[in-house]
């Protein structure tokens, strides 16, 4: 896969995608947008790529936000299509993907940047990562999820805060509040993502799949977590990996779980 914005790395049963803008400090414009989802698409539909990191080029930023000059002349109506395809084809596809995605947050993220790394299934941030929602300064509020997605993760009250005050957080601060899992020195962030990759890639594809499909349709409107747990729990009986999985517990060996 060639692309103008990003870059795609593919080793064994795992992908790195860096969004590279260094200029622009990876800011997110339509073009990234879409090449982001040309490329995920791409990897969840390939059945060796098991786990799919997501970071930033150069040492200071992941994505430092959306690019403004795109949009600040844009009308009411175009403000709202702008929200709307950006969640149908990067945001809400991220999360929603089947291929678990660990943002590697490598410095600021930023607005759409912030957004990004919490659509993705977890974060790990190095220990210079700030993070924040900046919108409310510039006028107009997060459009990418963040709305929904900071409060889900951190709680109402401290996500409220961070929105009206358009403040920034240290990565120890993100930690704090349950928005990023590790941090770590900048120069071990790769190999910390790569360990955690390795963890899931033990496991089978098939069951994380679903069991992402459970937790998340336990933060959906008209979708009832505990019954989709169920018919995913379910679902699960009728696959491959199931059927390894329990053998190989039984006969006390490791399982060997097919691609999914």
Request: with cysteine; charged share 25%.
């Amino acid at each position: 896969m060639n692309f103008e914005n990003i870059l795609v790395e593919v080793e064994n049963n795992l992908a790195k995608v860096t969004i590279n803008r260094p200029k622009k400090l990876n800011a997110l414009n339509k073009d990234t947008i879409e090449e982001l989802h040309v490329a995920f698409k791409s990897l969840e539909e390939n059945k060796d790529i098991k786990v799919i990191l997501l970071t930033g080029s150069g040492e200071k930023a992941f994505v430092a936000g959306a690019d403004i000059s795109e949009f600040a002349h844009f009308s009411v109506n175009e403000g709202g299509k702008l929200a709307a395809k950006g969640q149908e084809l990067l945001f809400d596809f991220v999360e929603n993907l089947s291929t678990p995605v660990i943002a590697l947050v490598n410095g600021f993220a930023l607005g759409g940047g912030l957004e990004l790394a919490m659509s993705c299934h977890f974060r790990i941030a190095s220990d210079n990562a700030k993070m924040g929602l900046p919108e409310t300064s510039l006028g107009v509020i997060p459009g990418y999820g963040g709305t929904q997605r900071l409060p889900q993760l951190i709680g109402k009250g401290k996500a409220m805060e961070l929105i009206m005050t358009a403040g920034m957080i240290s990565a120890e601060e993100a930690k704090s509040y349950g928005l990023v899992n590790y941090v770590v020195p900048q120069n071990e962030l790769v190999a910390l993502g790569e360990k955690l990759a390795a963890k899931i890639t033990n496991n089978s594809s098939v069951a994380i799949g679903k069991a992402i499909k459970a937790v998340n349709d336990g933060f959906k409107d008209g979708k009832n977590g505990f019954e989709s747990e169920i018919e995913q729990f379910g679902a699960c009986f009728g696959t491959e990996d199931f059927k390894e999985g329990t053998t190989a517990f039984l006969e006390k060996r490791k399982a060997n779980f097919p691609n999914k």
